[in-house]
């Protein structure tokens, strides 16, 4: 009678054993990893002020605003826009930690200082039609201060739609125009004068300056001037037109 061969003991097969190891070793090989680049920290508060209140900051701010402003004089001047309102926020802020998941970019920079500006102007709602291609006249002759001219096709559409000439110059049904606006460049919005009730979009009035904002350079919050309102424009003026500029990152710093 044949012998029955002895049972062998059990063992891990080799690949099953690797892939326990590795299992085992993975979250210690990835707090070690963390550890290891534990340097690459969030921005300290006292590094970004002394960031942002070094000379090359205080430069890139003051440039930046002047520029902005610039602008805005060249509008109150050549166009027949009346300024009656500035609104300027200026910050700086830290960059964050290495970001592992979900990743926005802001682990890439040690600070970053960022400008907001909207002017706000009044105008009379019974000249549309002359209000706006003053406005094109007026970038005609300064097309570096004022982005729209009688080349933008759109644009002289919408004053002969508030001449009466054409229908509504986005397209059937779209309704009276509120905006003009070119790639990189400040954004124009208005009160609409025809369009009445619930669908009439208006400018709303700039936000707060929060508490906390007269910190320079951190942040600063301009409202100039501090009693004036778009709702107070509007009283006074009959309507109101706003200057948007792009966001403008004007000194940053990378890691």
Known sequence: ??????????????????????????????????????????TSPETVRTLAGGEKAVHA???AESEMRSI??????????????????????????????????????????SMYVTAYFGADPNRMAETIDGILTAG??????????????????????????VDDPQGPGTG???????????????????TSGLQRQLIEEPNPCPEGTNDPAVRRCLHEPASTSVSELRRRYGMVFSLTFPVRDYFVVMK
Not at 77 to 85: N, Q, V
Not at 89 to 113: L, N, P, Q, S, V
């Open 1 to 42: 009678m044949p012998k029955r061969p002895t049972p062998r003991k059990w063992r891990p097969h080799r690949n099953l054993k690797s892939v326990m190891q590795q299992a085992f070793f993975a979250p210690v090989g990835l707090a070690l990893f963390l550890a290891t680049t534990g340097c690459d920290r969030g």
């Open 61 to 63: 701010r003051q440039q």
């Open 72 to 113: 805005i004089a060249t509008w109150s001047e050549r166009t027949p826009l009346t300024l009656g309102l500035v609104y300027l926020y200026d910050g700086c802020g830290g960059g964050k930690a290495k970001e592992w998941f979900f990743a926005t970019g802001d682990d890439h920079y040690k600070i970053r200082c």
């Open 140 to 165: 005609d002759a300064n097309p570096g201060k004022v982005p729209f001219d009688h080349d933008f096709y759109y644009a002289t559409q919408v004053v002969k739609y508030y001449r009466g000439e």
């Open 176 to 194: 009276e125009p509120s905006q003009l606006s070119e790639a990189t460049m400040p954004t124009l919005n208005w009160d609409q004068v025809r």
